[in-house]
């Protein structure tokens, strides 16, 4: 039975930071399944950012270098470090294996406000 738990969410000033953590159980195969994807109040949910297999990390144009992911292997466990936050970045963020059918966590709230 795969799991993904999202961690670290929270209320933060604009300008602020956070990490988000999602830890994987199960057999998701490659730590680069995970991907982690937001929704914001009255919006679709949109893709975030991703590793694709190689390594190398991927994220959405609208964030302008502003996230960073990381990984530790060894815990299944996927980051996502938030910087210089903006009132736009507010949403439930989530983590997913396997795409859109697949498999999702409960999501972690991000509000940035002052």
């Known amino acids: 039975q795969i799991q993904l738990v999202e961690s670290g969410g929270g209320l933060v000033q604009p300008g602020g930071s956070l990490r988000l953590s999602c830890a994987a159980s199960?057999?998701?195969?490659?730590?680069?399944?995970i991907k982690w994807y937001r929704q914001s109040p009255g919006k679709q949910r949109e893709w975030v950012a991703r590793?694709?297999?190689?390594?190398?990390?991927q994220y959405a144009d609208y964030l302008k270098g502003r996230f960073t992911i990381s990984h530790e292997n060894a815990k299944k466990t996927m980051h996502l470090q938030l910087n210089n936050l903006k009132p736009e970045d507010t949403a439930v963020y989530y983590c997913?294996?396997?795409?859109?059918?697949?498999?999702w966590g409960q999501g972690t709230q991000v509000t940035v406000s002052s």
């Open positions: 590793f694709w297999s190689d390594g190398t990390p």
């Open positions: 199960g057999q998701i195969g490659s730590i680069y399944n």
């Open positions: 997913n294996v396997f795409g859109e059918s697949g498999y």
